[in-house]
């Protein structure tokens, strides 16, 4: 791929997050692929589990929108600095654990790392700031 292309992947992905399309940035991946979020024990590579993983966050944040703030892309790979907000108006699940809605607004920030290969994506690395997010929300502080 080229970097303008992968510049277009990356603005596809991002857009399918903000518009809260899980098939729309589902079809961005290959058959085989690991994504590993901090949130999460395990990498997800499933279809199923990313998209549990995306309504998890679109039911926590039925409001959410992502933004990017700074972006590096190479030929096979793009790293992103992002900033979202929304507010906690559904439960949240982290894991294997669940907390209630706080009623409260968020403007936190994160970055993803995504490799491709023959121009699906194999590789997710996501680092939301948990802690920036949790503290906004009041649970920690």
Known sequence: MT???MEKLDDT????WDDHDANALLALFA???????????E???TREEVRQFMNGWFTAFPDMHVKR????????????????TGTNTGPMVMGDKQM?????SVNAHGTYFVRTKNGKIVEFHSHPNIGEMLTQL????
């Open 100 to 104: 209630p809605a706080t009623n409260k």
């Open 43 to 45: 990498p997800m590579r």
């Open 31 to 41: 058959d085989k692929f690991e994504w590993h979020d901090d949130g999460l024990p």
């Open 138 to 141: 009041g649970v920690q502080g």
């Open 3 to 5: 970097v303008r292309e």
């Open 69 to 84: 703030t700074n972006r590096v892309a190479n030929d096979d790979s793009v790293g992103v600095e992002l900033e979202f």
């Open 13 to 16: 992905g991002l857009k399918a």
